[in-house]
Nanobody, 119 residues
Framework: HVQLVESGGRLVQAGGSLRRSCAASGRTFSSFDMGWFRQAPGKEREFVAAFRSSGSTNVADSVKGRFTISRDNAKNTVYLQMNTLKPDDTAVYYC?????????????WGQGTQVTVSS
């Protein structure tokens, strides 16, 4: 079993920055694919960014150039650096882990924390 604990949410002004972190339990963190997702009110959950165990990364077009994903395997932690925040970035943000490369979907999820961007 893997536990994912996310840093707390915040209220930030438009144009501001925020770094989210997600710490995972487990001694094989380096083998996990890690991702960030978000869900805005009234919308479905959407992909934000991923950092795979292979080292490859990708981010959603809606945040490309503003958000960066990184990870520190020594600390079992994945980060999401969010810059130039917009009100449309307001959502509950979740980190997720896929612990088996054969799985299609992420199989462990953090508790989710609210990020609110004021205009």
């Amino acid at each position: 079993h893997v536990q994912l604990v996310e840093s707390g949410g915040r209220l930030v002004q438009a144009g501001g920055s925020l770094r989210r972190s997600c710490a995972a339990s487990g001694r094989t963190f380096s083998s996990f694919d890690m991702g960030w997702f978000r869900q805005a009110p009234g919308k479905e959950r959407e992909f934000v960014a991923a950092f795979r165990s292979s080292g490859s990364t990708n981010v959603a077009d809606s945040v490309k150039g503003r958000f960066t994903i990184s990870r520190d395997n020594a600390k079992n932690t994945v980060y999401l650096q969010m810059n130039t925040l917009k009100p449309d970035d307001t959502a509950v943000y979740y980190c997720a882990a896929r612990t088996d490369y054969r799985l299609r979907d992420y199989n462990y999820w953090g508790q989710g924390t609210q990020v609110t961007v004021s205009s």
